[in-house]
């Protein structure tokens, strides 16, 4: 399956992403009990470490670090998409660009391989979008953006309920007034579905990856074809994740012929 580099290093984000939260949480489940044992717990301990901290409540700290990992899983996915499009223009794509619409929908409309169900992509796609709307509420929390973030929640509540259903999450996704833990577990594993799924919708023709070579990088080799064609192979496979059968193949079909 065609996994360019955008995709993995999406992937690698949300790993650590997910690893800090859950640390997080954990920590915060912890002092909450160790709130109850001790006042003024966390102005205790930050003074221990020369810091100087008042009014802090284990709930508060629960409450920011999730919305904060909101901004955080969505401006990489934000990062996510501009890779992937600078990846498609490099290989040659001609580039649909829409203004003043999500980032998916124009993803969509350079899509090269149709969706195997339309309809489930779009219902998916109003679940992320509903997110984006809530990381923008939370980054700019003017009421303005608050309502919007709400008024979306309640307008897609039918996408979210079927996307909810396929996930079999009970926990998330919540209205913004209600996010938890579950939604930063869910959205991360929305988003690596997804960001897989867009990779596979977006796949280059062989042609354009064969064009991606770089043979220039393997002069020293000069006219030892079949070790230029073995490292050129490896070369597709490991940077956008074939087979190795898949590889030799693209690059035996094509070795010589697009000089």
């Not at 923008?136 to 996307?163: C, D, G, R, T, W």
């Not at 909810?164 to 579950?182: L, Q």
């Not at 023709?205 to 020293?220: D, G, Q, V």
Request: glycine share 4%.
């Amino acid at each position: 399956m065609y996994r360019p580099p955008s995709v993995r290093n999406f992937k690698t984000f949300i790993g650590e992403l997910t690893a800090e939260a859950a640390a997080c949480y954990v920590s915060i489940v912890e002092s909450t009990r160790r709130e109850a044992e001790e006042d003024n717990y966390w102005t205790s301990k930050a003074h221990g470490l020369g810091i100087k901290l008042e009014g802090v409540k284990s709930d508060m700290v629960a409450s920011s670090q999730i919305r904060l990992s909101i901004v955080s899983i969505y401006s990489g996915f934000d990062l996510f998409t501009e890779e992937i499009t600078s990846e498609c223009k490099e290989f040659g794509f001609t580039w649909q660009t829409i203004e003043k619409v999500s980032p998916l929908v124009v993803l969509e409309k350079n899509f090269t391989t149709a969706p195997s169900n339309k309809t489930r992509l779009r219902q998916i796609f109003d679940v992320v979008d509903y997110y984006r709307i809530l990381r923008n509420s939370i980054a700019h929390p003017s009421h303005a953006n608050k309502l919007n973030a709400l008024q979306f929640y309640k307008s897609k509540s039918e996408s979210i309920n079927i996307v909810r259903t396929e996930y079999k999450m009970i926990s998330a996704p919540n209205s913004p007034d209600g996010i938890s833990f579950h939604d930063i577990k869910f959205l991360c594993r929305l988003l690596i579905d997804l960001t897989e799924e867009i990779g596979t919708l977006l796949e280059p023709s062989e042609t354009m990856l064969y064009k991606a070579i770089p043979f220039m990088s393997w002069r020293k080799y000069g006219n030892n074809h079949e070790k230029i064609k073995r490292v050129a192979s490896n070369y597709i496979h490991s940077t956008y994740s074939y087979p190795i059968v898949k590889s030799e193949e693209i690059v035996n079909k094509h070795y010589g012929t697009l000089a």
